[in-house]
């Protein structure tokens, strides 16, 4: 299930076609049909600035109700001839840097209380290849965050990452 977002305002602004309450309902009915329910959210969707914060807290916080068994974070990178691509260049988005995306992604891991979850974020789009069981993996996940955060572990150099 393409989640992207928890936000409401950011589904309407990316023209998902739903909202949080549809996202919600539709992992209900595809949990209680006996389906293993897999979501993936987007890293970076909000851009830079408070909304950043709003879209994963928000993200997390859906994740928490969904009850979700996976979940896939992948990274957001714009393609030429998309709306927030055209925003990008008319200066009305502004995207994540890594640093962002790794700390979008360390705040959504700090923030999923709900669990058992297989958590990945191992996408060729992901600066930093993770993957583990929330909660028990969380702590070593955020620790690997931490230490690219740092400058210790490497992350992907952009001509490495892709779609």
Known sequence: LGVETGSDALLAKVHKGVNRAEMLEAGRRLREAGIDLWIMVLIGLAGKGEASREHILATAELINEMKPQHVSAMTLQLVPGTPLYDDMKAGKFQPQDARGMLEETKLLL??????????????????????????????????????????????????????
């Open 110 to 163: 700090e923030n999923i209380t709900y669990g058992p979850i297989h958590f990945t974020s191992d996408h060729a789009s992901n600066y930093l290849p993770l993957k583990g069981t929330i909660p028990q993996d969380a702590p070593g996940m955020i620790a690997a965050i931490d230490s690219a955060l740092s400058g210790d572990t490497a992350i992907r150099a952009e001509w490495q990452r892709g779609l």
